[in-house]
C-alpha cells in the first residue's frame, strides 16, 4: 500500500514538475511551484530526488524516450509508404496528447541541450544512423526518389511533427486552430502524410 502511494506521489511530481519545466525551461522552473502544484511540501521532493537538476533530467529522460519510440518504425518489415504514414501519424500524436513533453525537449535544445548533449551525441545518434541506412536501402531499392536526403528527411520529420506542439500559440493565432481541434488534427496529419510522401517516394511506388 505505502509502495502504491509513492509511486503515485512520485507520478504526481514527475507531473508537477513537467509542466512547470516546459513553460519555464530549467532556469526557470521553481521548486516551489513544481511542489505546490504536485500538492506536497518542497523538502518532500527530495525524499525523491537529491535536487532539482535529478529531478529535471528525470522529466527530460522519460520524455526523450516517448519521442524517440517511434523511429522504430523504419526498421519495420512495412513498405515505405505504409512506414511514412504511420510515422508521421505517431508523431503528431505525440504533439496532440502530449504538447508539454514537445515544448520541454524544444526548449532545452534552443538552450544548447546542456543536460541531454551527451544522449543527443551517444545513442540518439547511433539510432538515426541505423534508421539512415534503412532509408538508404530504399533509395537502393528505388523505393525513394533520387534526389531526397534520407538523414534530412528524419530531421524535418522531426521539426514538421513537433511544430503542432512547439508553435501551438502560432498556430491558433494565425490559422485558428491546433490539434486539439478533431477536424484540424486530421488536417494536419493527411497534409503531412502527402508533402512527405509526394516529396520522397519514387514514382513507381507511389503508382
Known sequence: MELKKSAQKRKQLLNAALDVFSTYGYSGGSLDEIAQLAQMHKSNIFYYYANKEALYIEVLMSVLQRWIEPLQLFESDLEPE?????YISEKIEFSRTDPKASRLFA?????????????????????????????????????????????????????????????????????????????????????????????????????
Open 82 to 86: 505504409a512506414i511514412l504514414r504511420q
Open 107 to 207: 526548449l532545452e535544445v534552443i538552450q544548447g541541450a546542456p543536460y541531454i548533449q551527451s544522449v543527443l551525441k551517444g545513442s540518439i545518434k547511433k539510432q538515426l544512423k541505423r534508421k539512415v541506412k534503412a532509408l538508404e536501402k530504399w533509395k537502393a531499392d528505388g523505393k525513394l526518389a533520387a534526389h531526397i536526403d534520407p538523414e534530412l528527411l528524419i530531421v524535418n520529420l522531426w521539426s514538421l511533427t513537433q511544430s503542432y506542439a512547439d508553435f501551438e500559440a502560432q498556430f491558433s493565432a494565425v490559422v485558428g486552430n491546433t490539434l486539439k481541434n478533431r477536424s484540424f488534427n486530421q488536417r494536419a496529419v493527411q497534409h503531412t502524410v502527402d508533402m512527405i510522401l509526394h516529396g520522397s517516394l519514387s514514382k513507381s511506388t507511389k503508382d
